[in-house]
């Protein structure tokens, strides 16, 4: 069995690594090369830092020049994820039957996609090189997170505030939309491999639902709001155990 400042290491460094856009082949096969050297070494009385024989970000920065980019993989992740970005926008306003485009959500939400994407691929990048702790895991991912949360917050409220929409709904355009972003949701979970891309959307758009058929008052959707929002954490602190449950057992 590693020690557990080996498995971080490793998992950081997979992290990083596939936040660098390296083929997850080759990084599964590095790790477990990598995994097996620390086991003996962690044997003889060595730890990782007599096996790499240099700092970890040195360590990653050179493996990192040596990989070539999976440009084939990329290809096929980004599309998936700007239309996942635009079908997490476009689906609650649809439910609820608001939907509607201006010039400014036209313009703004893929530069909003494009920003969010290099904050966090830095964001999990530095984490990685950089060995974070669990706590600054933590605060790195809520202020990351809130950085995004803030411009996605100022291209709503300026879209709304200063200009014209463009194009307004009716019920036919509801349900046209509402398929193709449950469509989108359900291709990225089987190119995921991960159920949480319908998760989220799913427990997200439950106020919007009650919302738009009952007539319950607002303190009964807010209440649903708030429990549709724990939920969510549930949903992903059990993804997480998950996880961590396959990879005790991968150990």
Sequence with gaps: MLSTKSNTFIDNLRMYLMMSGKNEQEISELTEELKDHLIEAEKSGKSIDDIIDQTPEQYMASLKQEMKTDYKRLTKFLPIYFLGIFAYFLLGPAVRGE????????????IFAVIGLLIYTYFLQQAGRKQFSMK???LGGVVSSSIVTLIAILILVVSNLVVEPFFIDNVITDMIVIAICCSIFVVAAIWSKSWLSLWLPA????????SRFTNWDIEKILIIQ???????????????WIIEKG????A
Excluded at 203 to 210: H, M
Excluded at 247 to 250: A, D, H, Q
């Design 247 to 250: 990879k005790k057992k991968l």
């Design 99 to 110: 939907f509607q485009l201006n010039i400014i959500q036209v313009i703004g939400l893929p």
């Design 226 to 240: 708030i429990a549709s929002f724990v939920l969510m954490f549930v949903a992903l602190l059990v993804n997480i």
């Design 136 to 138: 600054k895991f933590f």
């Design 203 to 210: 427990i997200l758009i439950i106020p919007d639902v009650f």
